[in-house]
Nanobody, 129 residues
Framework: QVQLVESGGGLVQAGGSLRLSCTASTRTLSTYHMGWFRQAPGKEREFVAAISWSGGRTYYSDSVKGRFTISRDNAKNTVYLQMNSLQREDTAVYYC??????????????????????WGQGTQVTVSA
């Protein structure tokens, strides 16, 4: 099991930016595909972005494509989510997740929460008007 810790959430005005970070203190993330998901009040958890273990391939939901960027620094054991042009609809708790078992990184599995074994506690992002 991997203990994931997210940080970087907060309150920002619409049009602003935030960068979320996800790290693990007890195990290296360098061989895992990683994903970001979010859950708004009263809504189901939804896929935001995913990145392969090498960082060479990424996927995004249509709602964030062009505004958010997922990246990773395996030397720092950290995965990032750069969020630009934030909108009120982006308000949610953002979760980092690790996929320890999938070997082939494709959109169908990368975007499914069921393929991720480990989850962080989440970090709140609130976008005000």
């Amino acid at each position: 099991q991997v203990q994931l810790v997210e940080s970087g959430g907060g309150l920002v005005q619409a049009g602003g930016s935030l960068r979320l970070s996800c790290t693990a203190s007890t195990r290296t993330l360098s061989t895992y595909h990683m994903g970001w998901f979010r859950q708004a009040p009263g809504k189901e958890r939804e896929f935001v972005a995913a990145i392969s273990w090498s960082g060479g391939r990424t996927y995004y939901s249509d709602s964030v494509k062009g505004r958010f960027t997922i990246s990773r620094d395996n030397a720092k054991n950290t995965v990032y989510l750069q969020m630009n042009s934030l909108q009120r609809e982006d308000t949610a708790v953002y979760y980092c997740a690790a996929d320890r078992t999938t070997s082939i990184f494709v959109s169908a599995t990368a975007s499914s929460a069921y393929n991720y074994e480990d989850w962080g506690q989440g970090t709140q992002v609130t976008v005000s008007a």
